[in-house]
């Protein structure tokens, strides 16, 4: 598969990185993201928006320093089916994740059968405004590292 598709996605992570604070921080998310398309080819980062403008109005789920989207926006529910999925996929490097997940189910309010839930067991992490993130758009690394993430927001949730 060519790596000419690949334009938008490096474009909008520099982009979110130039509106976040910078032209360094925007080369080093260039980087970062020759790791989430799967290359390591360093590539040139795209030109800022114009003062006053913004490059991208309303994206979902703010980038953390390892380019990952924030938890914050999850609700329990969401968090429980994305630890699921996480456990299904064997992408938790942290033993018990079992047992938290068994005891945020075992919570009033958190049921299987809920779209929070339902969500997040599908791989998609709730960031918001009705938006969602795909895990299946990171490389595993970061995958396993954002599940993580996850096992430690479901641990301070119980």
């Known amino acids: 598969m060519g790596r000419s598709g690949?334009?938008?996605v490096l474009?909008?992570?520099?982009?979110?990185?130039?509106t976040a604070g910078g032209a360094a921080q925007a080369q080093s998310l260039s980087g970062l993201a020759g790791q989430l398309l799967g290359g390591g080819q360093q590539q040139q980062p795209a030109t800022p928006p114009a003062a006053g403008q913004s490059a991208l109005p309303g994206v979902a789920g703010a980038l953390m320093g390892q380019g990952l989207p924030s938890l914050s926006s999850a609700g329990t529910d969401n968090v429980?089916?994305?630890l699921h999925y996480c456990i299904q996929n064997s992408l938790v490097t942290q033993a018990g994740?079992?047992?938290v997940l068994g005891g945020l189910l075992n919570q009033g309010g958190v049921s299987r059968s809920s779209?929070?839930?339902?969500?997040g067991q599908n791989g998609?992490?709730?960031t918001g405004n009705n938006d969602t993130f795909s895990l299946s758009s990171l490389t595993d690394q970061l995958k396993s590292r954002l599940c993580d993430m996850i096992l430690s927001k479901a641990k301070s949730l119980l």
């Open 115 to 119: 779209p929070g839930f339902t969500t």
């Open 11 to 18: 474009a909008m992570v520099v982009a979110l990185a130039l």
């Open 97 to 99: 994740a079992s047992s």
């Open 124 to 126: 998609l992490l709730q």
């Open 80 to 82: 429980a089916g994305l």
């Open 6 to 8: 690949n334009g938008p």
